[in-house]
C-alpha cells in the first residue's frame, strides 16, 4: 500500500482532487495502525523477554529506533485524512508523504532482513 500510495505523489494525481492518494491513505491509515500497536503492545515486548540476547538487543534497538514510528504515523494521518487536506494542498501532502513512506518501508524492510529472521533462528 505504502509503495502504490508513493507512485500517486505526481502533480496529476494531486491536483486531480486527490481522491485515489486519499483513499488508499485511509486504507494505509487502518492497517498500518493496528500493525504498529499490535507490534508496539505484543511482539516487541515478547522479544525483549526472550532467552537469546542477541533477539533481546535486536528488539531493543528496533524499538528504540523505529518505536517513533507510530505516533509519526498518527500525527501523518491526523494532518492529511482530513476531508480536504490532500485537495487543498497536494503539494505539502507530497512533501509530507515521502518521508514518512520512506521511513515505513525502511522499517519494514529491516525488520524482514535483521529481526524476523533472528527471532525464527532462535525460538
Given amino acids: ?11 496529476d ?9 486519499r483513499r488508499l491513505l485511509r486504507h494505509l491509515a487502518g ?4 500493525h504498529l500497536g499490535m507490534e ?3 511482539l516487541y515486548p515478547e522479544l525483549l ?16 529506533d523505529m518505536g517513533g514510528l507510530r505516533s509519526e504515523a498518527q500525527e501523518f494521518f491526523q494532518r492529511w485524512l482530513g476531508p480536504d487536506a490532500i485537495a487543498s494542498d497536494g503539494i505539502g501532502f507530497a512533501a509530507a508523504a515521502r518521508p514518512f513512506l520512506h521511513a515505513l518501508t525502511a522499517r519494514i524492510a529491516s525488520e524482514d532482513v535483521e529481526l524476523y529472521p533472528l527471532a525464527d533462528e532462535v525460538e
Fill in 40 to 42: 508496539d503492545r505484543s
Fill in 1 to 11: 500500500m505504502a509503495g502504490d500510495l508513493a507512485r500517486l505523489l505526481d502533480r
Fill in 49 to 64: 523477554r526472550s532467552r537469546d540476547p542477541r533477539l533481546r538487543e535486536q528488539a531493543r534497538h528496533f524499538q528504540k
Fill in 31 to 34: 492497517k498500518l495502525t493496528v
Fill in 13 to 21: 494525481h494531486l491536483l486531480n482532487g486527490g481522491g485515489e492518494p
